[in-house]
């Protein structure tokens, strides 16, 4: 059983275009909602990471959109870039047990130039 | 650079050989992390170790054997491996019992079984 569903599997965009990736989940319990990102030949890196009191976090060119009714919660990168080029997972665990997480399947990313 | 390191990055094994990766971090994390990432897949978790107790095992064959000899350093110790075990191996640190304390991942050790 799938607990994190991401989608979609690939996504190609326009330099200085929107990128949006949607994860849904399905254990309430989850309370805590990273997104890693990560390029060939390293591993994962922490990008960005919301809690469900929030409905929406800004960082940079990242932003997290969480709607926590329908169990949803989507990355959008404004302005691509083509080193944004990776793939990004998004992930659900527990607030104070991150060794748990629940990864979605992945989406690769890339940002033609 | 990541402040979890991974050593060997490349590593090739024949099916009889004994090898261990190793995993280092001085963030202070009690809990550390193996997991196996196939090409295009997500990490699939191995083991987790608290506070040098481990505290998961997520039924990993025998052929992998984990050792957290100290907060500091991990260790997985391998032997009899199947081509099938080929993948890139990832540490990964975070704290325990922390609000929002994310996964820390190393750059793996890409494991290579002939």
């Known amino acids: 059983q799938q607990q994190v569903k991401q989608s979609p599997q690939s996504l190609i965009v326009q330099k200085g275009g929107i990128s949006i990736i949607n994860c849904a989940y399905e254990n309430t319990a989850f309370d805590y909602f990273p997104w890693y990102q990560q390029f060939p030949g390293k591993g994962p890196a922490l990008l960005i990471a919301?809690?469900?009191?929030?409905s929406e976090k800004k960082e940079g060119r990242f932003t997290i959109s969480f709607n926590k009714s329908a169990k949803q919660f989507s990355l959008h990168i404004m302005d691509s870039q083509p080193g944004d080029s990776a793939t990004y997972f998004c992930?659900?665990?527990?607030?104070?047990?991150?060794?748990?997480?629940?990864f979605g399947d992945g989406t690769t990313l890339t940002v033609k130039p | 650079d990541t402040e979890v390191t991974q050593t060997p990055k490349h590593l090739v094994m024949g099916m009889t050989n004994k090898k261990s990766l190793k995993c280092e971090q001085h963030?202070?994390?009690?809990?550390m992390y193996w997991y196996k990432q196939k090409a295009k897949k997500p990490p699939e978790l191995m083991f987790v170790y608290s506070y040098e107790k481990l505290s998961i095992n997520e039924s990993v064959p025998s052929r992998f054997s984990p050792e957290c000899p100290n907060s500091s350093l991990l260790n997985l110790h391998l032997h009899a491996l199947q081509p099938e075990d080929s993948a890139l191996y990832l540490c990964?640190?975070?704290?325990?019992?922390?609000?929002?304390?994310?996964?820390?991942f190393g750059n793996g050790t890409r494991l290579t079984v002939t």
């Open positions: 992930a659900a665990s527990w607030n104070t047990n991150a060794g748990k997480s629940t």
């Open positions: 963030m202070g994390h009690r809990a």
């Open positions: 990964a640190s975070s704290q325990v019992g922390t609000a929002n304390s994310p996964l820390h």
């Open positions: 919301i809690r469900p009191d929030v």
